[in-house]
């Protein structure tokens, strides 16, 4: 695996699983996008989320213990995103490595003779964010694709602001200055600030664009106009 025709991609578990079920329809067409560049002669470093699935196990453990600590709460969340990464890596087949890679900065010399490697996530403190930067820096990759289920970052929370404009380009200072706070377990952002932090620190560009919509990330990993932000 060389750092050309590369790419780091972290894949929001809000797409895996979005609500009470697995996304089937998005395994489907997002492990069909990956065969087919596979194919072409390109690798891949995914990085898996956890989704709702995380969400409801840390809701019913804060609910039976108020008292849980923050990292017991991380501990808890970052069982999912492995078996979200499993899921991914059989749905694969042979062209994965066939282990969950534990540490995104520590990757098994074997691992990099196939042409996709998964892990998720690796220690409380920071979403699967922080691990995918942590996997493209590890692999020499200035570049990671963050798929999610929002097609731009804004400039408000368009939840809560109607008005809110997607931006189509953003400094890592104004994604700062947007979406400041320290990491929780359970944090909705369009980015984890831990991560953007590394990102910015290690000169790194990160693409937030809507995983469900397969042929615009063909449109990024071709080089093409796509839809999304990119923030560098």
Known sequence: MSSENLFVISVGGSLIFPNDAINIR????FTATIKEFVNEGYSFGLVTGG??????????????NPSVTSETMDEVGIVPTKLNATAIIAILGEIAYPEVIPNPTDIPKNAKQFKVMVTAGWKPGASTDYDAVLLAFSLGVKTVINLSNIDYVYDSDPRKNKDAKPRKTMSWTEFENLYQGEWKPGLNLPFDPIAAKFAKENS??????????????????????FKGTVIQ
Do not use: A, P
């Open 26 to 29: 998005f395994l489907s067409e």
């Open 51 to 64: 989704g709702q699935l995380t969400r409801h196990y840390q809701n019913v453990v804060k609910e039976l």
């Open 204 to 225: 790194m560009k990160v693409i937030v664009c809507n995983g469900n919509d397969s042929k615009n990330l063909k449109d990024i990993i071709k080089g093409r106009e």
